[in-house]
């Protein structure tokens, strides 16, 4: 029936919502910011409307590992892989997937959505590493970015580490302002997604502490995560 309850630890929360189907797209509400004190249940009203941008479809591309593939994604992401850089023989599987259950950190805020990719062998093995790295571009919209109020100068290239739970910078970050595109070099995939570390939307108008942040967010069906500043998570369901 659309509601959901939260369980929260006593203090200062920014809380939001997202939904995606292939009725509607892609929905998201502004984040609040909820104050929540021990012993008290507080309620939240949101409202979600058609986000300033769309969900692209997922590709799965094979190819010969000896030659040189350049891929370009749907929203004009590419990704140029040398030979070799990924086996250095037979054929090789890209799958890269749009990925919206992202984490928002204190220091970490992707814009819009992540991609993420996974290289498999001729066996369908996951390739860890890469002999060579691999270069992607992912492009930006500027005026979804000046309706967020974002600064363009703030945008950087990240992505998740699984292992320590938290965004880091990739190597060889450049930015394009005047194609609006930020690229950058990686040895292993991942997700990988462009953010701010600046707040932005109903979160940049709003004072006071936010040394814990909620970011729920959906695939398919409302989805609640709940994550620190770290980006580690403290509940989901």
């Not at 984040?31 to 969900?55: D, N, R």
């Not at 220091?107 to 996951?126: C, G, M, R």
């Not at 707040?199 to 409302?222: E, V």
Request: hydrophobic residues 35%; proline residues 5%.
């Amino acid at each position: 029936d659309g509601t959901a309850q939260i369980p929260l630890t006593a203090g200062t929360w920014f809380v939001g919502c997202d939904s995606h189907s292939p009725d509607t797209g892609f929905l998201r509400s502004e984040e609040t910011q909820i104050t929540v004190v021990k012993g008290q249940t507080a309620s939240q009203t949101f409202t979600l409307t058609e986000a300033g941008f769309e969900i692209p479809e997922g590709m799965n591309i094979s190819f010969d590992a000896t030659t040189q593939k350049v891929i370009t994604l749907p929203d004009g992401t590419s990704v140029n892989i040398p030979a070799n850089a990924l086996d250095t023989s037979g054929n090789v599987t890209i799958q890269a997937e749009p990925d919206i259950n992202l984490f928002y950190t204190k220091d970490t805020k992707p814009i819009n959505f992540a991609w993420n990719f996974e290289a498999l062998d001729s066996n369908n093995q996951p390739i860890t590493s890469f002999n060579s790295a691999v270069s992607i571009c992912i492009p930006y919209d500027q005026d979804y970015l000046d309706d967020m109020g974002i600064d363009e100068n703030t945008i950087v290239a990240k992505y998740y580490n699984e292992t320590s739970g938290a965004w880091q910078l990739p190597d060889g970050v450049t930015q394009d302002t005047e194609n609006d595109v930020v690229c950058f070099s990686v040895d292993h995939f991942t997700n990988f997604a462009l953010a701010t570390g600046s707040a932005f939307g109903a979160a940049a108008r709003t004072t006071g502490p936010a040394d814990i942040l909620a970011t729920p967010a959906s695939g398919g069906g409302p989805q609640v995560i709940i994550a620190d500043e770290n980006g580690n998570v403290v509940t989901n369901f």
